[in-house]
């Protein structure tokens, strides 16, 4: 940590708007396209595309233009340490494979946002027998096989489960009020801080945990009458295995 530069909360949102707007134009442009230098990382079905690289360099050259001391963690590799006490995570597309098959579900996450003019408002929901409840699975195959059975044990309990395909948005759709809960195993912090810093804002609450094995829940996130239910069912999905 250096000497602090005042960032009001104002001054934090504008700029994320308009770097995610910036990022977005780019990608709306390339949507539906073919795909450009498109590559793999974790597995073969990890991917990450020429769209992903560029709009991360578009949203870091906007926020350094106007907070050139600030740190900065991004998904495809841009990295600053910085010399105030504000840090930025971006994930510059979350919803690559549907960004690639032209499922209009992704995002441009930068930490900062709003559902038009209404404030976000997380479910009220307390029962976990009507819960709508999100989740995600890895790239990894033996993961998403152990994630397969985990989902089994939850299913039967909850109203329903979606499977969309964007950590930040389905964090979005909790703080709104559009999912009641959502759990998934993803631990990379462009993947999940934006849309946590959402949940809490809106007045829900957002467990970490730290699973020796990563395949399991690692961010659980609801309203706060659902949060300690949704924890123990998950917990006995897991103990379960």
């Not at 780019?26 to 020429?50: H, Q, Y």
Request: glycine share 8%.
């Amino acid at each position: 940590m250096g000497d602090t530069v005042a960032l009001t909360t104002e001054e934090a949102l504008e700029i994320a708007v308009g770097a995610a707007r910036a990022a977005a134009a780019l990608l709306i442009e390339r949507f539906g396209g073919p795909a450009a230098g498109l590559r793999v990382k974790s597995s073969a079905t990890d991917m990450v595309s020429e769209a992903d690289e560029r709009a991360e360099r578009m949203v870091v050259s906007y926020i350094r233009e106007r907070r050139a001391d600030d740190a900065l963690v991004a998904e495809e590799g841009s990295e600053a340490r910085g010399r105030t006490d504000v840090q930025w995570y971006i994930d510059p597309l979350d919803g690559t494979t549907n960004y690639l098959y032209g499922i209009p579900h992704w995002a441009v996450a930068i930490c900062c946002a709003r559902l038009g003019d209404r404030p976000l408002r997380v479910s009220e929901k307390a029962d976990l027998p009507t819960a709508l409840v999100a989740t995600g699975f890895a790239y990894v195959t033996d993961s998403r096989r152990l994630q397969g059975r985990i989902l089994a044990g939850v299913l039967g309990e909850v109203r329903d489960v979606r499977r969309l395909g964007s950590a930040s948005l389905d964090l979005a759709y909790v703080a709104s009020g559009r999912f009641d809960a959502y759990f998934e195993s993803v631990d990379q912090p462009w993947d999940w801080m934006a849309g946590a810093l959402l949940v809490r804002e809106a007045g829900g609450r957002v467990s970490q945990l730290t699973p020796a094995n990563p395949a399991l829940p690692r961010i659980v996130a609801s309203g706060s009458a659902l949060h300690d239910a949704l924890l123990e069912l998950l917990t006995k999905a897991t103990e379960a295995l």
